[in-house]
Nanobody, 122 residues
């Protein structure tokens, strides 16, 4: 069992930056694929960025060039978010999965955090 805890959310103005962090209860480095998802009110949860155990990354088109996912060498996962837009407003979730494939498919992830809220005002 992997427990994930997110932090770093908050309220910013459009164009600002935030850095989200996720801490896992076990070592995840080179063991689990990790990802960030987000869910806005009334919308489906969507994949934002993912990283494999070998460090390969993938991003949703809507955040490419603005967000960067990175994994620490023990049990941390970060998401640097720059040039934030009001449409980035959502609850952001950290997720982990056992299989090695690079994916932003929600159903492939086994473990989830409780989320951290990001609000971007115009």
């Amino acid at each position: 069992q992997v427990h994930l805890v997110e932090s770093g959310g908050g309220s910013v103005q459009a164009g600002g930056s935030l850095r989200l962090s996720c801490v896992a209860s076990v070592s995840t480095y080179r063991r689990y694929c990790m990802a960030w998802f987000r869910q806005a009110p009334g919308k489906e949860r969507e994949g934002v960025a993912g990283i494999t155990i070998d460090g390969y990354t993938t991003y949703a088109d809507s955040v490419k060039g603005r967000f960067t996912i990175s994994q620490g060498n023990v049990n941390t996962l970060d998401l640097q978010m720059n040039s934030l837009k009001p449409e980035d407003t959502a609850m952001y979730y950290c997720a982990a999965k056992n299989d090695p494939g690079l994916s932003l498919l929600r159903s492939s992830y086994n473990y989830w955090g409780q989320g951290t809220q990001v609000t971007v005002s115009s």
